[in-house]
């Protein structure tokens, strides 16, 4: 199975808010609400942000949130700051054990 | 805290087999309720999952690599390992192993080692 789409780069200006898009198929994103979304500065191990679509680990920022819609799945970025500017994986449960990452967006703060 | 630590050869021939081990500290691998799994990245590109362990030995991979990779456990030692046979340049990556804080598959990977670069070159 091929990885996750995702744009390969967003950008925001401090303060707006950004929305990365994750596009899977009927088999994984579309069938299971168990998607995830790791920040990875650069040289640094990616961390979780997002997990089952839309929570959030104790310790991450209310102004990062995920929702999915049919075989879409978004992470939004509000209230944009400098230390956003990293790279964002989404991932997948594809079924039969198997799992997918995306291909990751890198996102820019201007 | 719980706390991964990568460690093996960082320089590999083809055709050679990388053996890597993750070292888990602060916490029993055996004493709860979680996976630990192995994921990778070649240079500037993106993860990839390799595969996830329970610490009874119950093992799941990534369909493409599955002929080729190994993961086993140690609990008298608390750490896990990856082995990845006949390896090729398309190898090359950084390693993570990492905590996947549930039993099923709506959990996710929590902890993260620092990750280990391995380049295959002749």
């Known amino acids: 199975q091929s990885a996750l789409t995702q744009p390969p780069s967003a950008s925001g200006s401090p303060g707006q808010s950004v929305t990365i898009s994750c596009t899977g198929t009927?088999?994984?994103?579309?069938?299971?609400?168990?998607v995830s979304w790791y920040q990875q500065h650069p040289g640094k191990a990616p961390k979780l942000l997002i997990y089952?679509?839309?929570q959030r680990p104790s310790g991450v920022p209310d102004r990062f949130s995920g929702s999915k819609s049919a075989n879409t799945a978004s992470l939004t970025v509000s209230g944009l700051q400098a230390e956003d500017e990293a790279d964002y994986y989404c991932?997948?449960?594809?079924?039969?054990?198997?799992?997918?990452f995306g291909g990751g967006t890198n996102l820019t703060v201007l | 805290q719980l706390h991964l630590q990568e460690s093996g050869p960082g320089l590999l021939k083809p055709s050679e087999t990388l053996s890597l081990i993750c070292s888990v500290s602060?916490?029993?691998?055996?004493?709860?309720?979680?996976?630990w799994g192995w994921i990778r990245q070649p240079p500037g590109k993106g993860l990839e999952w390799i595969g996830n362990?329970?610490?009874?030995?119950?093992?799941y991979q990534n369909p493409s690599l599955k002929s080729r990779v190994t993961i086993s456990v140690d609990t008298s030692k608390n750490q896990f390992s990856l082995r990845l046979s006949s390896v090729t340049a398309a190898d090359t990556a950084v390693y993570y192993c990492?905590?996947?804080?549930?039993?099923?598959?709506?959990?996710?990977?929590?902890?993260w080692g620092q990750g280990t670069m391995v380049t295959v070159s002749s």
């Open positions: 990492a905590r996947w804080f549930g039993s099923s598959w709506e959990d996710a990977f929590d902890i």
């Open positions: 009927r088999s994984d994103v579309g069938a299971y609400d168990y």
């Open positions: 362990i329970f610490y009874i030995g119950s093992a």
């Open positions: 089952k679509v839309t």
């Open positions: 602060g916490g029993s691998i055996d004493r709860s309720n979680y996976y």
């Open positions: 991932s997948s449960y594809a079924g039969g054990n198997n799992f997918l």
